[in-house]
């Protein structure tokens, strides 16, 4: 059974860090690209970011780029998502996502002062 | 970047009824598309990835087709569970994209 679990969600203030952790098994992790989507309260889905199989190669969306890094352990089946500098707009649900097996529950950051 | 546009917004359905969901990419991405539904609070859920292939367990009255721009989700028989937001996605190329989501809701 496909099981994805993000962590590290919570409360910051503007101009704040986080570290979001997301284990995923049931598959082979580190055969695949693992992806970071997000959903502000109310709103749809927004792409964040995605890292290839091996860790080498990551691309994001503009309204993180240089602010947000993704990386991946695939000796852990980890993957992660380091945010820095965070406004008051970054506030959503992050769900850690293989756009092959399936998402994870989310996990929520509240940016706020 | 590829927009996906997602029509309609909103559905009123009955338990039973055919409903068809549509997407129309800004440019050709083959295949390479997914849908998935989402209840309230909860994470979505893929129910199909290159645009017709069902993932395991889902229900066979979802079935999916296009290629090319123009890309359908349909339901053949509403069921009590199926009402609950449904969105398309586009995997062609980054930035992934989705469409704006169908409210599919109860009549």
């Known amino acids: 059974e496909v099981q994805v679990v993000e962590s590290g969600g919570g409360l910051v203030q503007p101009g704040g860090s986080l570290r979001l952790s997301c284990v995923a098994s049931?598959?082979?992790?580190?055969?695949?690209?693992m992806n970071w989507v997000r959903q502000a309260p109310g709103k749809g889905l927004a792409w964040v970011s995605r890292?290839?199989?091996?860790?080498?190669?990551?691309t994001y969306a503009d309204f993180v780029k240089g602010r947000f890094t993704v990386s991946r352990d695939n000796a852990k089946n980890t993957l992660y998502l380091q945010m820095n500098s965070l406004s008051v707009e970054d506030t959503a649900v992050y769900f850690c996502?293989?756009?092959?097996?399936?998402w994870g529950q989310g996990t929520l950051v509240t940016v706020s002062s | 970047d590829i927009q996906m546009t997602q029509s309609p917004s909103s559905l009123s359905a009955s338990v039973g009824d055919r409903v068809t969901i549509t997407c129309r990419a800004s440019?050709?991405?083959?295949?390479?598309v997914s849908w998935y539904q989402q209840k309230p609070g909860k994470a979505p859920k893929l129910l199909m990835r290159?645009?017709?292939r069902l993932q395991t367990g889902v229900p066979s009255r979802f079935s999916g087709s296009g290629s090319g721009t123009d890309f359908s989700l349909t339901i053949s028989s509403l069921q009590p569970e199926d009402f609950a937001t449904y969105y398309c996605?586009?995997?062609?190329?980054?930035?992934?994209?989705f469409g704006q989501g169908t409210r599919l809701d109860i009549k």
């Open positions: 996502a293989s756009m092959v097996y399936g």
């Open positions: 049931g598959f082979t992790f580190s055969s695949y690209h």
């Open positions: 890292v290839n199989s091996d860790g080498s190669s990551a």
């Open positions: 440019q050709s991405i083959g295949s390479s």
């Open positions: 290159l645009a017709s």
């Open positions: 996605q586009q995997t062609d190329s980054t930035p992934i994209t």
